[in-house]
């Protein structure tokens, strides 16, 4: 009789919890203090450092191994070729190992200024015991027989760099695709961690040359001549409206400028600002773009209609309104119309978000200005240890804004509450508030100065001067104005009255204002 077939037992799965279970149960769990209601409102700040960077295994990275070699022997038979690369490439720009050795190898005999040469790279490589690890003596030898010739280093050198910053991109690619995942993490600080990922490679690859003076002078002739032909009918920059200010200090608003507007609340620092955009857009016919982080558009709107028509802003706001004001008002908004102003009310409370807002504008339009208002309202891009370090960071960005795009920038900035406290409240650059950076980052700080001394009844208070306190390209001191109250408007003195008296400044150098 045949055998018959035992039949196969089936494994059972034990139910028992094994020892790795029973660790990972008597651990204790974490719990989100947000998910109880107990926890601050606010994300933490989410640690973008711990995210991996690396490369995907299933592709070769850009690389370029001869170049590398053409470039390490290159700096190892002419002493001075060293000098047209250690600018651009440092030892993670090489791919290989081998060769990132190797050029750190040279850069420290470089720093120490040691004859760089086969002889000299491979005793410094055998006394850090890496000789053996790059290859030894006969791969060095072999760099160096494999260039006939140091002339053509620099264009070696600018293949590593490419290659490296493929490189770069794809860690970037990978690193942003994880920052995609975190959910947990604040939208405002992925975009952040983001942007500078990828800024920080177009920073490593960009290279600073000396200029000639050569090419600028030439320049500058053909300046010169164009100003002197037009002097006393056009202004170098951006005409502000007010002659006084434009004629004897500042010629218009310059490209790259950081213009500081300062003073104390309810002295009129958005009504000057106003009244300058709307000369730029209207008389100049250039694109202003506005970033208000204290009014929203409607006031803003309201306020540019009462300064045009010289209406009065509260009948405008509150209705009070004749019938003939309807004909100026219709006159003003068809004018407005055609004033190439852009507003943002927004949450644009910061450089990174406002310096991309200005790049479209300016894309689309011909800025000629950006107002901002106003600066302490600003966040900055990182989160800092003190207030006065963040006033600074935002100083910086903006004058790295205005440079960036060529156009003039213009911040309004609070004054601090000790011009309060002197007998004559005439501002100082001390009492710019929160920061002594703003004062130095800033190309031009003026301060408007008023005083309460004419009769409520005509709605104009003569007596008010911008100050022009720093001039970093021009002469100080002041424009002498008047304040339009009802309409909101401040108007240039020598336009409607010839002669007008001074402010009678007090003889204290201490609270004299830079003249």
Do not use: C
């Not at 991109?169 to 975009?191: M, R």
């Amino acid at each position: 009789m045949p055998d018959k077939k035992k039949p196969i037992k089936k494994t059972e799965v034990s139910s028992k919890p094994t020892k790795l279970e029973l660790e990972k149960e008597a651990t204790p769990k974490k719990v989100d203090p947000r998910s109880t209601g107990l926890g601050p409102e606010k994300p933490e700040r989410f640690n973008f450092d711990r995210l991996a960077v690396k490369i995907p295994e299933d592709r070769i990275p850009p690389q370029s191994v001869e170049a590398e070699q053409s470039v390490l022997g290159s700096v190892m038979i002419d002493k001075n070729a060293i000098f047209r690369v250690v600018d651009t490439l440092r030892p993670e720009s090489f791919y290989r190992r081998s060769h990132q050795l190797i050029y750190i190898t040279i850069l420290e005999l470089f720093s120490r200024q040691e004859s760089i040469d086969l002889l000299s790279v491979s005793a410094k490589l055998e006394e850090k015991k890496q000789l053996e690890e790059v290859g030894g003596r006969t791969y060095l030898a072999n760099l160096v027989n494999a260039v006939p010739t140091s002339s053509h280093i620099a264009s070696y050198a600018k293949i590593v760099s490419k290659k490296k910053i493929l490189r770069d991109l794809i860690d970037a690619s990978y690193y942003l695709s994880q920052l995609g995942y975190n959910e947990d993490a604040d939208i405002d600080q992925v975009l952040d961690a983001a942007e500078k990922k990828v800024f920080s490679i177009a920073q490593k690859s960009f290279t600073h040359e000396f200029l000639s003076l050569k090419d600028p002078l030439a320049e500058a002739f053909n300046r010169f001549d164009q100003l002197h032909q037009r002097a006393g009918t056009k202004l170098r920059g951006i005409a502000t409206g007010y002659p006084d200010l434009d004629n004897k200090y500042l010629s218009g608003f310059q490209k790259t400028d950081l213009i500081i507007l300062a003073s104390r609340p309810r002295i009129g620092k958005t009504s000057l600002a106003l009244d300058i955009a709307r000369h730029v857009a209207l008389r100049e016919k250039k694109a202003v773009g506005i970033f208000s982080l204290e009014m929203s558009t409607d006031q803003l709107v309201d306020r540019l209609v009462a300064q045009e028509g010289k209406l009065d802003l509260w009948k405008l706001r509150s209705g009070n309104l004749a019938d003939h004001d309807f004909d100026v008002i219709q006159q003003v908004l068809d004018d407005l119309s055609r004033a190439p102003i852009y507003i943002d009310d927004g949450m644009s409370s910061n450089v990174l978000q406002m310096r991309a807002m200005s790049r479209r504008l300016q894309a689309q339009t011909d800025l000629g200005l950006i107002i901002i208002d106003y600066l302490q309202l600003m966040e900055p891009s990182a989160k800092t240890e003190s207030r006065v370090q963040e006033i600074s960071q935002i100083s910086r960005a903006l004058k790295g804004l205005a440079r960036e795009l060529n156009v003039p920038v213009l911040a309004l900035s609070q004054l601090s509450r000790a011009v309060e406290h002197r007998s004559y409240a005439i501002p100082k650059l001390s009492d710019l508030r929160e920061s002594g950076s703003i004062e130095q980052d800033a190309d031009v700080v003026m301060f408007i100065y008023r005083e309460e001394k004419a009769p409520p009844e005509i709605g104009i208070k003569l007596e008010g001067q911008v100050i022009v306190a720093k001039n970093r390209n021009g002469p100080t001191g002041h424009a002498d104005v008047y304040f339009r109250e009802k309409s909101a408007t401040y108007e240039s003195v020598s336009k409607r009255f010839d002669g007008a008296e001074e402010i009678a400044f007090p003889d204290d150098q201490d609270i004299m204002p830079p003249m």
